[in-house]
């Protein structure tokens, strides 16, 4: 633990003369932690917060997020700023290393990336055991897992160079592996990465281009490629990074906890919003509808929800998604689309929302996946491709808190308790007894 130690929190329990003193510790910014470690030996009792909403479960350099106030730091640098002025790859290197490269080293790295980003080529032969309608999804999570089986070089997660060559393979390697799981999807010869273009060029390419033709890249579209990859490169512990981290927890190689984290971010309450929320606007249809939905999400039993609306931490607007709705409209004036209506539909919805008091007294925002989904569309993504090209671009992210985790000194296995509620003990009833 490397915050500081400054006062205490103390718990009594009521009726018994059990009381201890739970040191406070104070990180650089942000909330402080009451530590618990010991209350379990010297009170006999766990804590409980199923969705762990008030649970620290590490601590790390990388992001900071302040969710009332909507701000996003990696490494002390807010997202606006890396948005504007930096690349995928330099974020990466930030994320990775802690700092911003000087010239040489943003070299060697992007040198490095560049490298890795073939794959071997038996690793085509997967591709062939999957349907071609399957989700691009579910291509990631078995492909991703399945890069253990060609690496035995650099499984062992305690040598730094291991972990080192890991990293670049998978930063370097996911734009592919996305790129081929749809080409096969629709039934398009795989594009080899060319080692001339930039990271988010060659994904373009990768996914845009065909043998029979030549392909050049739009300027403005690789830019857009790029911050949006910046805007989805890491976001403290979210589902998917703890999923990460609780596989990296018991020794498992990268390849399989990105896997995990793969599965994990799949889901439409996390990466899987951005692909809701096209589904959500075309099943509005209309701006004339909004009201009808927006009375269904108030609704308790429609379990409808604004998809790209709300956060368990940003309580104000996220970031991200005001960065992603310039990118919007950017990418929307060079496509020459001058009146997208899912756009047109989505602002209204936003500004009905904001307007709202159900979603104004809950505090919810468009988040990044709000604007996400009408961007890539635009660009010629299809909805299902929308959770994995956030999967490529968050890889960055889950290694470099894979990273954090495996070089910390104090790690151990993630193992949570839990409040039993079920039957106490009772004896086995023979078949012959049961009624
Ligand atoms: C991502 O963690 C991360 O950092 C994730 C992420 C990242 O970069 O990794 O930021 C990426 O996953 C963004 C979130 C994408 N998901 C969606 O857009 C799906 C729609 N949003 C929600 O399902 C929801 O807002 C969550 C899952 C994001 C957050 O859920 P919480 O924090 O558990 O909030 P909650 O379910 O406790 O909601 C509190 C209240 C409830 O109403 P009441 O019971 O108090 O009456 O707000 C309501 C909820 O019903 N609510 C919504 C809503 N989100 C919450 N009501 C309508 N629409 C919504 N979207």
Same mark, same amino acid.
């Given at each position: 633990m490397s915050g500081t130690a400054n006062g205490s929190v103390t718990v009594t329990i009521d009726g018994s003369n059990k009381s201890m003193k739970l040191p406070l510790i104070h990180g650089t910014i942000g909330h402080s932690v009451a530590d618990i470690r010991k209350m379990y030996g010297e009170m006999g009792i766990f804590t409980y917060d199923p969705g762990y909403g008030g649970t620290a479960a590490c601590d790390s350099k990388i992001t900071y997020i302040d969710g009332d106030e909507g701000i996003l730091l990696h490494r002390g640098y807010p997202i606006e700023q890396l948005a504007e002025q930096s690349t995928f790859l330099e974020v990466a290197y930030l994320l990775l290393n802690g700092e911003l490269p000087n010239a040489s080293e943003r070299k060697v790295f992007v040198q490095g990336v560049t490298m890795h980003t073939m794959l071997h080529e038996q690793i085509r032969a997967f591709y062939n055991g999957f349907r071609r309608d399957a989700h691009p999804m579910a291509v990631m999570c078995g492909v991703v897992g399945?890069?253990?089986?060609? &690496?035995?070089?650099?499984?062992?997660?305690?040598?730094?160079?291991?972990?080192? !060559?890991?990293?670049?393979?998978?930063?370097? $390697?996911?734009?592919?592996?996305?790129?081929?799981? /749809?080409?096969?999807?629709?039934?398009?010869?795989?594009? /080899?990465?060319?080692?001339? +273009?930039?990271?988010?060029?060659?994904?373009? &390419?990768?996914?845009?281009?065909? %043998?029979?033709? %030549?392909?050049?890249?739009?300027? @403005?579209?690789?830019?857009?490629?790029?911050?949006?990859?910046? +805007?989805?490169?890491?976001?403290?512990?979210?589902?998917?990074?703890?999923? @990460?981290?609780?596989?990296?927890?018991?020794?498992?190689?990268?390849?399989?906890?990105?896997?995990?984290?793969?599965?994990?971010?799949?889901?439409?309450?996390?990466?899987?919003?951005?692909?809701? @929320?096209?589904?959500? +606007?075309?099943? !509005?249809?209309?701006?004339?509808?909004?009201?009808?939905?927006?009375? $269904?999400?108030?609704?308790?039993?429609?379990?409808?929800r604004l998809m790209g609306f709300g956060h368990?931490? &940003?309580?104000? &607007?996220?970031?991200?998604?005001?960065?992603?709705?310039?990118?919007?409209?950017? @990418?929307l004036r060079e496509l020459g689309i001058v009146d997208d209506p899912l756009l047109d539909l989505a602002v209204e919805l936003e500004k009905i929302a904001l307007h709202d008091p159900y979603f104004v007294e809950r505090k919810l925002y468009p988040n990044v996946d709000f604007y996400s989904g009408i961007i890539l569309k635009a660009m010629g993504f299809p909805t299902s491709m929308f959770t *994995?090209?956030?999967?490529?671009?968050?890889? *960055?992210?889950?290694?470099?808190?894979?990273?954090?985790? !495996?070089?910390?000194?104090?790690?151990?296995?993630?193992?949570?308790?839990?409040? /039993?509620?079920?039957?106490?003990?009772?004896? /086995?009833?023979?078949l012959a007894e049961r009624s």
């Open positions: 399945a890069l253990s089986a060609f &690496y035995h070089d650099s499984l062992d997660i305690n040598d730094e160079q291991h972990r080192r !060559i890991s990293a670049f393979r998978l930063i370097a $390697k996911l734009p592919t592996i996305a790129a081929w799981a /749809y080409k096969y999807s629709i039934g398009q010869p795989f594009m /080899y990465p060319r080692n001339d +273009l930039t990271y988010p060029a060659n994904f373009l &390419y990768m996914f845009n281009a065909v %043998p029979s033709e %030549p392909w050049q890249p739009n300027p @403005v579209l690789v830019r857009a490629m790029d911050r949006i990859l910046i +805007l989805h490169a890491d976001h403290e512990q979210n589902a998917s990074t703890s999923t @990460v981290r609780l596989a990296g927890s018991t020794g498992a190689n990268p390849f399989a906890c990105i896997a995990a984290g793969i599965a994990s971010l799949w889901g439409p309450a996390h990466g899987g919003a951005n692909e809701a @929320v096209l589904k959500m +606007l075309a099943e !509005i249809g209309h701006v004339d509808r909004i009201p009808e939905f927006i009375s $269904k999400v108030k609704d308790k039993n429609s379990s409808v368990r931490v &940003y309580k104000n &607007y996220d970031p991200r998604a005001k960065i992603m709705q310039a990118t919007c409209h950017e @990418v *994995v090209l956030f999967a490529v671009a968050r890889t *960055v992210g889950w290694i470099s808190q894979w990273k954090e985790m !495996i070089e910390d000194p104090s790690q151990r296995i993630g193992r949570p308790r839990q409040i /039993y509620t079920g039957p106490a003990k009772r004896d /086995y009833v023979p």
